[in-house]
């Protein structure tokens, strides 16, 4: 038996009010679409099929890395006739036919499992899910006739005062027996709106006699769907603590989960510990010992064991092991921090790697730098990298001390064990073992190697 996916994401969201197709907006920190391909794909054997129409092109691009198909939905007609764009996609090669909507991030895998589990049960060509709950977020009514048996879904928009008082909702995730969908597909009548609802589906079945199940969610949070930006807010809300359980459970100490932003790409090893107001997001990678916060953001970063990051930025670069930093220092994109690395306060980094052991305590920006091990960054050094037109190399040796305020004039090269006076202005290279001072600085003696 062949089980396909079909997710629907042709929509533009107008009651999002945005240039952006709803289904990119992120939910801690991936657009929603890629969540719900994400469940689907815990039980689809084939690819799932992704029907665009609104921003078409811009939603393919965001899921390039992604392991899906794409049916185009010209004019979005509907719930059913967006079903129907990924009939030639998937006709012949698949038994059963899962269906969700790009705009429900919170349905979860599992209860996809439980609707095709109750699916295989059933003699019902359709299987739907429910939930009851108080807020209606303009969600379909499930109605049910004197037995209790589903008899049809009817849109808030055509329902009756009676129906709108419904507290059974339509969560818009079925599963289909193939066959049977391609061809009651066709039978779906024009709605009062113009549009082909997949929703009638339901009825239809009815009317032919079967008896059509819904698997009950036990937990409504996973039905939020996303039509405005309120419900966008109430769904990240939810998808954060769902992130920030699953790391307290594998062992990571949060210490104020309501005040951390873990995206869903990121990685956080055993005993770390995160502080308040910490932002870990992209594809950020923690590794384990560490003490990260409060008041941190790094972005896209690698991050070893045991490193301590307090109030700082951190974008797109590497820290190895020991390293310890902040208050407020800025790694920029190519920072590369070695183990053992220490940044104190107002630190920025960009483009340069750092040596095992080399600390910079105050005030110092380094850019496209390659700088050795146990390197004495004095207060204020600043390596003058642009000259107006472009960025200059600065090279340091290992076990350099550079006094405060050394300006290092790029391109520019300092051999090992060398040493700079305060205020240095160093505009040529300078040699291995040697002392320079001044503006510009001059070489005052050759060192001992035991100096
Ligand atoms: C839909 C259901 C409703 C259910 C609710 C749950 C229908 C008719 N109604 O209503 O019963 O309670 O979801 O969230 O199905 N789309 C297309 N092509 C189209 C129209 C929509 O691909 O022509 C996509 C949208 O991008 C979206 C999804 O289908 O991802 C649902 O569309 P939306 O307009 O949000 O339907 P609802 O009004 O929420
Ligand atoms: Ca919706």
Same mark, same amino acid.
């Given at each position: ?11 533009q ?15 801690a920190?991936?657009p929603?679409?890629?969540h719900?391909?994400?469940?689907v ?14 921003g ?40 059963l ?27 019902s ?11 209606a ?5 499930v ?21 709108l008082?419904?507290r059974e ?8 027996d ?11 009548p ?23 199940n ?18 966008l ?14 790391w ?19 990685t956080i090893?055993q005993?770390?510990?995160?502080q308040?107001?910490?932002h870990?997001r $992209? #594809?950020?990678?923690i590794g384990? &010992?560490? @003490?990260?916060?409060?008041? *941190?953001t790094?972005? /896209?970063? +690698?991050v ?5 990051l ?9 820290i ?13 994109k190519g ?17 340069s ?8 305590g ?17 207060? $204020? #050094?600043?390596?003058?990298?642009? &000259?107006? @037109?472009?960025?200059?190399? *600065?090279?340091?040796? /290992?076990d +350099?001390?550079?006094?405060?305020d ?13 040493i700079t ?5 160093v505009?040529r ?5 040697t ?12 060192l001992?190697?035991s100096?």
């Amino acid at each position: 038996m062949t089980i396909a996916s079909i997710i629907l994401a042709a929509g533009q969201g107008t009651r999002m009010r945005s240039k952006l197709p709803k289904v990119l907006h992120p939910v801690a920190g991936k657009p929603m679409v890629w969540h719900a391909i994400r469940a689907v794909s815990q039980l689809a054997d084939l690819p799932p099929v992704i029907v665009v129409g609104f921003g078409a092109e811009a939603v393919k691009q965001s899921l390039k890395a992604e392991r899906v198909d794409f049916a185009l939905q010209a004019e979005q007609l509907g719930t059913g006739h967006a079903v129907a764009s990924a009939r030639p996609n998937l006709e012949g090669k698949a038994n059963l036919v899962l269906v969700t909507y790009a705009d429900m991030p919170l349905l979860r895998g599992e209860s996809l499992k439980d609707l095709m589990a109750l699916h295989q049960q059933s003699s019902s060509p359709v299987t739907m899910t429910s939930y009851f709950g108080e807020e209606a977020r303009g969600f379909g009514r499930v109605v049910r006739d004197s037995h209790g048996h589903v008899a049809q879904i009817v849109e808030q928009a055509d329902a009756t005062p009676e129906q709108l008082a419904i507290r059974e909702y339509n969560v818009s995730a079925y599963c289909f027996d193939a066959d049977w969908l391609w061809g009651a597909l066709e039978n779906i009548p024009i709605s009062a709106k113009g549009e082909y609802y997949l929703t009638d589906l339901i009825g239809l079945a009815v009317a032919e006699g079967h008896q059509v199940n819904s698997m009950v969610l036990e937990d409504p949070l996973e039905a939020i769907g996303l039509n405005n930006r309120v419900h966008l807010a109430a769904a990240d809300k939810v998808m954060r603590q769902r992130i920030n359980e699953k790391w307290m459970l594998a062992g990571v100490t949060i210490i104020n989960p309501d005040a951390t932003y873990i995206e869903a790409g990121v990685t956080i090893g055993q005993d770390t510990v995160i502080q308040p107001n910490t932002h870990l997001r $992209g #594809t950020t990678m923690i590794g384990e &010992d560490c @003490e990260i916060g409060p008041d *941190t953001t790094v972005i /896209d970063s +690698v991050v070893g064991d045991r490193a301590h990051l307090i109030a700082s930025m951190i974008e797109q670069a590497e820290i190895s092991n020991d390293v310890t930093m902040g208050p407020f220092c800025h790694l920029r994109k190519g920072a590369i921090l070695k183990e053992g690395v220490h940044l104190g306060n107002f630190a920025e980094v960009k483009d340069s790697s750092l040596g095992a052991g080399t600390k910079m305590g105050h005030f110092s920006y380094i850019g496209n730098a390659v700088i050795g091990k146990n390197v004495n960054i004095g207060a $204020g #050094t600043i390596t003058c990298n642009y &000259d107006g @037109e472009k960025k200059n190399p *600065t090279e340091i040796g /290992d076990d +350099v001390f550079l006094g405060s305020d050394t300006m290092l004039v790029a391109p520019v090269k300092i051999g090992d064990r060398s040493i700079t006076g305060a205020g240095a202005v160093v505009t040529r290279d300078v040699p291995q073992d040697t002392l320079v001072m001044g503006v510009p600085a001059k070489e005052k003696r050759k060192l001992e190697k035991s100096d």
